[in-house]
């Protein structure tokens, strides 16, 4: 069934090579009819980002951008999640030099993909909560599958949403309703999403959501590619530069704030929450 899928995309769209085969929790394919990579998070269960994925995030982005890809499509190998976030285990009773390189990584993965030279969009079928939706909205375009919901929920575990994190949002989403969802941690069903802009379109499938990125990104065909990127960067250089300017900063605020004895117990609770969910 899965090979008569990849068949028939094959045949829409042209032939795929595989870019990427060095990193075990992501796979890059390059679409050699339009050049578009698309790029695929495979760790099982649910794409918790931990530093092993955010490492091979930022090295498949790195080969999307040295290849000269056409764009970026981002999405899911898991049929019920793009991404479940920050992986909690990274955080919860952290060890000192892994949670500073966790941190570290992330703060990578943003800056390349949020900053991206090529045109990038998100197709996202599954779940994309906290971490999973800053990846998709760091993406220029976002098509979501439907009865699958998308936010910025930091606030619902007593985590505190950086500023970079609001900088995606706010790419997005008009500033009342970017303050109003981050602060009650709201999540969106896909209807909602797509009422209040925080998705593009919908589609049936994922083999439809990756088909319309690609027309997104095909919009680009005719304009001048170092113009396009330049234009991008330039309406995005201040929340790329101030990231830049107070990594050190943020990675010490993160550090001083995930260590603190509150915010281990509401870990700790969520993950007890999540044990009693796996054995029902």
């Known amino acids: 069934m899965l090979r008569t899928k ?12 595989l870019m990427s085969t060095a990193t075990k929790l992501t796979t890059v394919e390059v679409n050699d009819k339009t050049g578009i990579a698309t790029l695929t998070m495979c760790r099982p269960p649910v794409n918790g980002l931990n530093l092993e994925l955010l490492k091979d995030l930022s090295t498949s982005i790195g080969e999307i951008e040295s290849n000269k890809s056409r764009g970026l499509i981002l999405t899911s190998s898991n049929a019920t999640i793009f991404s479940a976030g920050l992986d909690i285990l990274e ?5 000192k ?3 500073r390189a966790f941190w570290t990584q992330l703060q990578e993965v943003w800056l390349a993909l949020y900053g991206s030279s090529v045109p990038t969009a998100a197709a996202i079928n599954g779940h994309s909560p906290a971490g999973g939706c800053l990846l998709a909205t760091s993406c220029e375009y976002r098509v979501m599958l439907p009865k699958f919901t998308i936010g910025l929920n930091e606030t619902q575990l007593g985590i505190v949403a950086p500023k970079w ?18 602060n009650q941690g709201r999540m969106f069903t896909t209807e909602e999403a797509l009422q209040i802009g925080l998705i593009d379109e919908t589609a049936s499938s994922k083999e439809e ?29 201040a929340d790329l530069q101030q990231l830049e300017n107070e990594r050190q900063d943020d990675l010490e605020k993160f550090l001083f704030f995930v260590n603190q004895p509150a915010v281990q117990k509401g870990l700790g609770i969520y993950l007890e929450g999540l044990k009693k969910k796996s054995k029902k």
Not at 6 to 17: D, E, I, K, Q, T
Not at 91 to 95: I, L, V
């Open 97 to 99: 030099e892994r949670i």
């Open 91 to 95: 955080m919860y009773k952290p060890e």
């Open 165 to 182: 994190f609001m900088a995606s949002f706010l790419s997005v989403l008009p500033q009342r309703q970017a303050e109003r969802a981050l």
């Open 209 to 237: 959501a990756v088909e319309k990125c690609a027309a997104f990104i095909g919009t680009f065909a005719k304009v001048n590619p170092l113009a396009r990127s330049l234009t991008k960067q330039q309406f995005r250089a």
């Open 6 to 17: 990849v068949f028939n995309l094959l045949a829409r769209n042209g032939p795929s090579r």
